[in-house]
Structure formats: structure tokens, C-alpha cells
């Protein structure tokens, strides 16, 4: 109570808030402007039955069960920032961009234009593959142009949104979005989940209740979690002063890359159904017979599970990479007559530094993994498909929230100091 009276006192931290609320109410309206010609009942019925749709609606932030003109929520914005950060990684004038403030802000500008064309080309694979399972009335050239034309409109919309969102300093604002998504679609979820048919089935329920919560235990604990390597700084001499001396620590997270992996996962996975959809109809038998073997073979829940499971504990070592680099820490520490207890300045501190940073990702990238396919072991192992911890839902909504209290506290420590 105390924290939520000190926001309201505080003028710009409530006017963001308030702000943000106002942006996430837009969103919701826009949420449920549906695509013309889309067949609701016959979409409804689709997700319902179907992992890979209901995994692309949590992807979407809850947008694609409507079909609205918002449907494809900012997938497009983050494949082309995933392009970027690839290429950064390759080309080293774009890593060099990284670097400096005017180079990121050109690279940011690069990827919204690389966005429109994805959207473009994501949407229509999305409506040829909507389209063949019988939820559009008249799947024909003019309706399919207007709906790929409003849903990459409303993929910039939703882009433009998150950016001023993440303008106001307390929290990013793609992620708020798809929370926003995910916890407007929870009701639906858990009315789904809850549903007890029989006596014989009280006791899956109970299960599955406690899993729940020592899920969402065990995701704030593994968030939370880091390793704190100590870092001794020697004295030196300032004109007749002699100072220095300061014990400090480098915080190393266990989970380093937060929900990122798992989105940079869902986005390369979902692309090879999207883009065999644009050869099931191809004059090639053999674009044919390929475009089929990869949708059915992303249908089959064993494939597509340890696909899954793979994609994200590679992307967590690859985006903890991106953003930790264990050379350019060690020469910060020596630049500032800094040293790890035990351990050389220079080439020793990165190789301590970067061992350390392996064995850390191991576990985190572990347990990421396993709760990205926790959807499919408890489908598996209660055999019900209702009961489903949505285990990427969670650790969204955890660190999300993590990450937006921890940035208002900073503000409001700030406004603090400055009075």
C-alpha cells in the first residue's frame, strides 16, 4: 500500500502509468476488430484443437483466437530484430553500431522498416494457412489483399505502441503488450482448466493445481536467481588522498536472457509451417511433397516438442552472448585497477568470467527449456488437453512484472533523491 501511494503522489510515474493503462485499453479495443471475411466459429474450433494455433496465440498476446487486425501482435517487429542482432553478430560495421548510441538508434530505424515487409509476407502465409482449413466465407484475391493489408497495419500499430510504452521507463513495451494478451485470455484458460467432469478427475485437478503453483514458485525463484563474483579494486593515490580499496561484486544471472529465448524460439519455429504454406500449392511435385512433410511433421507433438526444447537452449546461449561479453568485462575491470580475487587481470578474468557464464546457462538454459514443452508433459501425462500449465505464459508474466516493478522503484527512488 505504502509503494502504491507513493506512485500516485508521485506525479510522473502515475501520468505514465495512467498512460500505459490508456495504451493497453487500445490494444484490447483493437484486439477485437475482426479481419473481413473471417469465419469465427470455424476459428474458434481450430485453436481449440490444435497446439501449434494456440502456441502462435500466445505468441500474438491473445490477438489471433479473434483474428483481429492486430493478429499477428509484433512477431513481424521481433523476427526482424532477431535478423539484426544476427547480422550484427556477422558483419562487424553493424557490431561497431551496437556500440554507440547514434549507430543503435540507425539499427533500431532498420529494423521498422524491415518489419513492414515481414508483416507482409508473414500475414499472408498466415491467411493462406487460415484460409485452407476453412475459416475465411470467400477466400478471394480482394479479401485476402485487404486482410494481409489491415493486419501488417496493425502489426505497426502495435510496434508504435510498445515504443511509446517503453518511452516511459517502467518496463519494455512489446513484452507489456504480449502480457497484456496473455492475462486478458487467462479467464478463458483457467475456465477451461478447471472443468471436473467426474470424481476421477478431482484428483488430476488437484495435481495440476499444485503444479501450478510450484511452477510459478519455481519460475521467480530461477529468475531471480544469480552469482555474484567478487571484484576488488587496489588503492591508488589522488594528489595527497589516498583512495580506493572498494570491494564490489559482478551480478551473473542464471537466467540471463529472460523471456527472449523463448520468443526468438517460438518465431524460428513457427516459420517453416508458415512458409511451407506458400508451396502446397506449387507446380514442383517435389516444393509440393517437401512444403508437406514439414507441416506434418511440426503436427507430430514428439517433433515439435524437442524442436522446441532445442531452439530455446540454443537461443539462451546465444542471446546471453549477444549481450555479455566476457572480454570486454575483464579489460573494464583492469581499466579501473579492479581484479577477481585468485584471478589474472586481462585474458584470465575473461576465461574465469566466461566458464563461469557456461555453467550458469547450462541450469538456466535448462530450465527454460523445460518450461517452453510443460504444456506437452502435462497434456502427456494427464492425457486431458484442458489442463495445460502454460509454462511460457508464466515466465512471461513473471518477469515482466519483475522487470516493470524493479524500473519503478528506480523512479521512484529517483524522484526520492531529487526532492
Do not use: C
Amino acid at each position: 500500500m505504502n509503494t502504491l501511494i507513493r506512485i500516485w503522489h508521485t506525479k510522473e510515474v502515475r501520468n505514465s502509468l495512467l498512460f500505459v493503462l490508456l495504451m493497453l485499453v487500445l490494444f484490447r479495443v483493437t484486439a477485437h476488430i475482426p479481419v473481413p471475411g473471417i469465419d469465427a466459429s470455424s476459428l474458434k474450433d481450430l485453436f481449440s484443437s490444435n497446439q501449434f494455433f494456440g502456441l502462435l496465440n500466445i505468441f500474438s498476446g491473445g490477438t489471433l483466437k479473434n483474428f483481429s487486425i492486430v493478429a499477428m501482435g509484433v512477431a513481424p517487429y521481433i523476427t526482424s530484430s532477431i535478423i539484426f542482432q544476427l547480422l550484427a553478430m556477422i558483419i562487424p560495421s553493424m557490431e561497431e553500431m551496437q556500440k554507440e548510441e547514434q549507430g543503435r538508434q540507425k539499427l533500431n530505424q532498420w529494423t521498422r522498416w524491415a518489419t513492414v515487409p515481414l508483416a507482409f509476407i508473414q500475414g499472408y502465409g498466415l491467411i493462406l494457412l487460415l484460409s485452407q482449413k476453412g475459416t475465411f466465407f470467400h477466400p478471394g484475391t480482394l479479401t485476402i489483399f485487404f486482410a494481409i493489408l489491415s493486419m501488417t497495419a496493425g502489426t505497426i500499430f502495435l510496434m508504435w505502441i510498445g515504443e511509446l510504452i517503453s518511452e516511459k521507463n517502467i518496463g519494455n513495451g512489446i513484452s507489456i503488450l504480449i502480457l497484456a494478451g496473455i492475462i486478458a485470455g487467462l479467464p478463458t484458460t483457467l475456465s477451461q482448466s478447471l472443468v471436473v467432469y467426474d470424481r476421477s478427475q478431482l484428483i488430476t485437478l488437484i495435481l495440476f493445481v499444485v503444479a501450478a503453483i510450484v511452477t510459478i514458485i519455481g519460475i521467480v525463484i530461477m529468475n531471480e536467481a544469480q552469482r555474484n563474483i567478487p571484484v576488488q579494486y587496489a588503492r591508488h593515490v589522488q594528489g595527497s588522498r589516498l583512495s580506493g580499496g572498494v570491494a564490489s561484486h559482478i551480478p551473473l544471472r542464471l537466467n540471463m536472457g529472460g523471456v527472449i529465448p523463448i520468443i526468438f524460439a517460438i518465431s524460428i519455429i513457427l516459420f517453416p509451417s508458415v512458409l511451407a504454406q506458400f508451396f502446397l500449392n506449387a507446380r514442383t511435385e517435389i516444393l509440393r511433397n517437401a512444403a508437406t512433410v514439414v507441416l506434418q511433421l511440426f503436427q507430430n507433438q514428439l517433433i515439435y516438442g524437442i524442436a522446441y526444447f532445442l531452439l530455446v537452449f540454443l537461443f539462451t546461449y546465444f542471446y546471453s552472448a549477444v549481450v555479455f561479453h566476457p572480454d570486454e568485462v575483464a579489460e573494464n575491470i583492469q581499466k579501473q585497477g579492479g581484479f577477481i580475487p585468485g584471478i589474472r587481470p586481462g585474458k584470465n578474468t575473461s576465461e574465469y568470467l566466461g566458464w563461469i557464464t557456461n555453467r550458469l546457462l547450462l541450469a538456466g538454459a535448462t530450465f527454460l527449456s523445460v518450461i517452453a514443452v510443460l504444456p506437452l508433459l502435462v497434456q502427456h501425462a494427464t492425457g486431458n488437453p484442458n489442463l495445460v500449465i502454460g509454462g511460457t505464459s508464466i515466465l512471461i508474466i513473471v518477469a515482466v512484472v519483475i522487470d516493470s516493478v524493479k524500473q519503478i522503484e528506480a523512479q521512484l527512488t529517483m524522484r526520492e533523491y531529487e526532492i
